[in-house]
C-alpha cells in the first residue's frame, strides 16, 4: 500500500474538482510540512518543509504531482538486507517538484535553485538534481560537486547510485584524493594527494576502481601523467594507461646546489605501473627524454625510488629497436642496440 500522507499548515486551501467528488488541488498558503509514513517494507519515510506546498490530484483522489519552494527534506531509508542502517539523505533547494507512481509512491523528485545534499559523510552541491527511487539515482546537474573527507569530484554532471554506490561524472571533469598512505607509491608521485582531470569518470560502488577517459591529466606537486583513458586500482595499487601516454617526473636537485627541477618526459602508447616492483612498464613507440638525452625503444621499464618527497626515475630498461642520441657542446652521439640501461642519477 503507498505511505500515508500527512500535511500540516496553518492555512491549507483545499479545491474540488467540477462536480465536487474528486480531489483537484491542495495548497498551503503558509508554510507547511508534508510527511510520508511507509506502510510496507522496504518503504523509506521523508518529511519536507517548504514554504509553500501544491499537490496536483488525479482520477480517484491519488496525488500525481506535487511542487513546493524554499524546500528542506530528509528521506530515512529502510535497513539493508544485511541489517544495516544507511544513513538519512537529506536536501536544500529553492524549488522541487515530485511525481507520483500509479501506486501512489514518489516516482521522481526534482530540485532546483541552490541545490544542496547531506548523506553521512558526504556532501555535494548543484544547479539541480534529479533523485528516482527505484533504482535510487541521485543525478547532480550544473556546477556538481560532491565531496567527503577522501577527497573531491566535480562536473558538469555527476550520478550518484545510492544504492549500488557507484559514482559517475561527465564534462569538465575535476577530482582530488587524498593518499590512501603515508609515502604510497604512485607513477606521479607519492604521498601528496592525486589530482586529475578528464571528460569522464567511473568509479564502481566500494571506490576500489577509478576510471577517468577522455584527454586525462594526473598529477601530485611537480609530477603529472596524461593519457587518453587512465585506470587506477586503489586496493591491488596498479595504474595502467593507454593512448598518447605521457609521463612527467619531476627531480628535485638538492637545495644547496643551485640546480632547477630537471624533468624525464616518457612517452608510449600504453603504460602499467606496479606498486610492488615500483616499474612502470611502457610499451608501442616508446621515447624517453632527459635533458639533452632522447632514448626511442619498442619497450621500456621505468623503476622508480619513491619517499616522501615523491616518485623519480631511478633505472630504465629500453629493449627492441633502441636508438639513443645525446647533444652536448656541440657534438651529436648516437648508438644503437637491441637493449639498453640507463642509470638516472649516474648519467650513464
Do not use: C
Not at 224 to 248: F, H, K, T
Not at 250 to 255: R, S
Amino acid at each position: 500500500s503507498p505511505p500515508t500522507r500527512l500535511l500540516r499548515s496553518n492555512l491549507v486551501e483545499l479545491r474540488m474538482a467540477a462536480g465536487g467528488e474528486s480531489i483537484e488541488t491542495v495548497e498551503t498558503l503558509a508554510p507547511g510540512v508534508i510527511e510520508f509514513a511507509p506502510n510496507a517494507p522496504g518503504q523509506p519515510r521523508r518529511r519536507m518543509e517548504a514554504a509553500r506546498i501544491n499537490v496536483l490530484y488525479g482520477a480517484n483522489n491519488r496525488a500525481r504531482l506535487l511542487r513546493a519552494t524554499e524546500v528542506s527534506t530528509r528521506t530515512d531509508y529502510a535497513k539493508t538486507a544485511s541489517g544495516q542502517q544507511p544513513p538519512p539523505l537529506l536536501t536544500w533547494s529553492r524549488r522541487l517538484e515530485a511525481r507520483f507512481s500509479a501506486a501512489g509512491e514518489v516516482e521522481a523528485m526534482e530540485q532546483h535553485g541552490e541545490f544542496r545534499f547531506d548523506r553521512g559523510s558526504q556532501r555535494g552541491s548543484a544547479d539541480a538534481a534529479r533523485l528516482e527511487e527505484p533504482p535510487g539515482l541521485l543525478t547532480l546537474e550544473g556546477k556538481a560537486r560532491v565531496w567527503d573527507a577522501a577527497g573531491s569530484l566535480s562536473a558538469a554532471r555527476i550520478v550518484l547510485d545510492q544504492e549500488r554506490g557507484d559514482v559517475s561524472a561527465e564534462g569538465d571533469v575535476a577530482s582530488t584524493r587524498e593518499p590512501e598512505r603515508k609515502g604510497q607509491a604512485s607513477v606521479v608521485s607519492a604521498g601528496e594527494p592525486v589530482h586529475a582531470r578528464a571528460q569522464k569518470m567511473y568509479m564502481p560502488g566500494g571506490g576500489r576502481i577509478i576510471r577517468y577517459e577522455g584527454r586525462v591529466i594526473l598529477w601530485q606537486q611537480a609530477n603529472r601523467m596524461e593519457a587518453d583513458w587512465v585506470e587506477i586500482d586503489r586496493e591491488q595499487r596498479p595504474l595502467s594507461a593507454r593512448g598518447n601516454v605521457v609521463s612527467s617526473f619531476a627531480e628535485t636537485p638538492p637545495t644547496d646546489s643551485g640546480r632547477a627541477l630537471v624533468y624525464t618526459i616518457l612517452r608510449a602508447a600504453e603504460m602499467l605501473y606496479e606498486e610492488n616492483s615500483r616499474t612502470a612498464r611502457y610499451s608501442g613507440g616508446v621515447t624517453l627524454k632527459r635533458g639533452n638525452l632522447e632514448v626511442v625503444s619498442d619497450r621500456l621499464r621505468a623503476v622508480l625510488k619513491t619517499g616522501d618527497e615523491g616518485a623519480a626515475l631511478e633505472t630504465a630498461y629500453a629493449e627492441g629497436a633502441v636508438r639513443i642520441r645525446q647533444q652536448t657542446a656541440g657534438r651529436s652521439r648516437t648508438g644503437t642496440g637491441e637493449y639498453a640501461e640507463y642509470a638516472v642519477h649516474e648519467e650513464r
